[in-house]
DNA sequence: CTGAAAGCGCTTACAG
DNA sequence: CTGAAAGCGCTTACAG
């Protein structure tokens, strides 16, 4: 089973070169004659050799690695966004260092600290809820890029930091779906669902009440539900919404999960969505379209916003002296049978 | 921004102690004295050290990596199998390194090769549909742990190796749905989906045709219909199950995607799905519970084999000389209401 | 209990 | 165009 690994040192020996000749056939250089490449490189194949990319990076202080620390895997807009992020990584010879959270700010400590350990160029990172600029700080140091996706963790010492941050267009897009209700006649119209104290349910919560204000709608603090941001406590939560006559007609939620829940917790009630009740969410993950009914959302394509991470951090590891971005990506309104409820 | 990373060697000097005493304090031997220790680990703070873990594999001939390279990341089945593998990876103090294949045989030798010279502990792949075993052997060598989940790659030189694997029980499984749909009364039962020459495909017709033999019923040739295995060349090829008549009144189908993706075309000719036709899917995804009628399936809890394969890895890590294990793992029918269309 | 020296598998000036 | 020597940041016998 294991016999010791092929070196260069075992090539060289093989073919009468030297080790530095070996290593510049290896890395393609110019210099060796043609006859002196054509017999390392059979060299090479006689016996296998596999480059050992550990090593070279620690002589020539390089990394060949990125981490991606997300803070939920199931989520398949996250798993979406992995995989454009390893996408672009792989094509620009990197290898991706995986590390989930499950959404603990204390594991995402651990996990981040592996990392460094690791030696990644740079580093791309979902963080989970409840996260500390300070902390993050802490681990991740100011040598290393960093690109923050998504959420903004809470503290100034983070954003004082030199750190990119990619973030989708929360207000704009709660907006657009408030305004898309109104349009269908709805006065009486809930936020369900997310943390308030997370600042995409922060800015999603201002784009609805802005577009409320806008439409002459005055907001109702009852109305705005708090639900951890997942299908089972959103459908738990219901109640909240028909504490009171008249309750509202339609609910802009903070996600899809949140949105199906709701949609299932209306059903358990009797109430059927689309007709009885209007519902929009965010991010459109794959369930949206096959609900019951198909749910109207917002879109994001997290593949595309993972390979516009990769590329962003791959910019700042070629280049560190560039100044950290902050890049907001537009969302776009995906209308479809949830939020076609009329008003009697 | 980047000042140079500090090293073992900054700690010693910085302490007054040798490079060798900082590294037993580093990995906590007892040899070092009470009082040596405080001032080294009072250093280590002080400059804000990072161990550096390449360097330490290189020395110690050992890795602190598991490559995960998987065909689908989108696929909410090997999203969540990742979030297993890599919970039980991070527990173990090991790194996991990502790949996605994208289905593309070629790539994943790429994928692969590039995982190689990281030097990983050991490898967790699912392979790309088509995979040569020769191919896969002549790219991961003879020396590395490797665990095949999900589909076994064509040709013996693999099956004549040492290679662990992991898989669904995907004859019984089709078996359990094939006859879940006799006892509801079908008689006319069509194997929708997949491609024949994959080896999970192969055996869920096995199961499904000797389910449909052990009832007395004549399994039709005409009724096995290979399909992609995505929504949209399902939906597309619903055509051929009613070439002929009498058509089936039934569809087991090869996974869930193509099970939703029959569901739209059944929709599309007028045919409610679970009334007027009835259907089961393979995998339990997300979408598979939400659909319209909410799909009967197997379920596998992919997060749970995640684990297990990443335990796997570990546990041949650890000792080489372990024996090569197949693992089938049971799955569950779900029952929805898909699969509730009864017969005139 | 602590330190000087060699070595993991590479690359990089520097001679020749 | 090729080779001998030093060094990346660690660990590991071996002295003392």
Same mark, same amino acid.
């Given at each position: 089973?294991?016999? !010791? ?7 060289? !020996? @093989? ?15 110019? *210099?060796?004659?043609?006859?002196? #490449?054509? $017999?390392? &490189?059979?060299?090479? $194949? ?19 690695? /990125? ?5 939920? +895997? ?22 991706? *260092?995986?590390?989930? %959270? ?41 040598? +290393? ?14 954003? =004082? ?19 898309? *209700? ?10 369900? @669902? ?15 009440? &802005? ?18 941001? %997942? ?20 609910? /802009? ?6 949105? *199906? ?8 009630? @009797? ?18 379209? /096959? ?8 879109? =994001? ?9 990769? &590329? ?19 969302? #776009? ?6 939020? &076609?409820? %009329?008003?009697?």
């Amino acid at each position: 089973m294991s016999a !010791r690994r092929v070196t260069l040192t075992d090539i060289a !020996r @093989g073919c009468g070169f030297s080790r530095a000749t070996v290593s510049l056939v290896l890395r393609g250089s110019p *210099l060796p004659a043609a006859k002196t #490449r054509a $017999k390392v &490189e059979a060299e090479l $194949k006689r016996q296998g050799y596999v480059y050992n990319r550990a090593a070279a990076n620690l002589r020539q202080r390089r990394s060949s690695s /990125v981490a991606l620390v997300v803070n939920d +895997l199931s989520n398949p807009f996250f798993a979406e966004f992995a995989a454009g992020v390893d996408d672009t990584l792989g094509a620009a010879g990197y290898v991706t *260092l995986l590390g989930g %959270t499950g959404e603990s700010p204390e594991r995402q400590q651990r996990v981040l600290a592996s990392m460094m350990e690791h030696d990644p160029a740079g580093i791309i990172l979902s963080p989970a809820e409840g996260s500390d600029g300070g902390d993050l700080r802490d681990v991740l140091g100011h040598r +290393l890029p960093v690109l923050v996706f998504n959420r903004e963790p809470a503290h100034a010492r983070w954003s =004082a930091s030199h750190w990119d941050y990619l973030a989708l267009d929360n207000r704009r897009g709660a907006g657009l779906a408030t305004r898309h *209700l109104l349009d269908h006649g709805h006065r009486r119209i809930a936020f369900f @669902g997310g943390h308030a104290d997370s600042s995409s349910c922060r800015e999603r919560r201002r784009g609805y009440t &802005e577009a409320l204000e806008a439409a002459g709608v005055r907001p109702e603090p009852e109305w705005m539900i708090e639900t951890a941001p %997942t299908r089972l406590d959103a459908a738990a939560r219901i109640g909240a919404l028909f504490m009171r006559e008249p309750a509202p007609t339609a609910a /802009v939620c903070y996600n899809d999960a949140v949105a *199906l829940g709701l949609m299932l917790g209306l059903a358990a009630r @009797g109430l059927k969505p689309g007709r009885d009740f209007a519902v929009t969410g965010f991010d459109d993950i794959p369930e949206a379209a /096959v609900s019951t009914p198909p749910l109207t959302t917002l879109a =994001a394509d997290p593949r595309a916003r993972g390979r516009q991470a990769a &590329e962003r951090i791959l910019e700042r590891v070629r280049r560190p002296d560039l100044d950290a971005v902050r890049g907001i990506v537009p969302v #776009r309104l995906i209308i479809r049978a949830s939020s &076609e409820a %009329t008003i009697a």
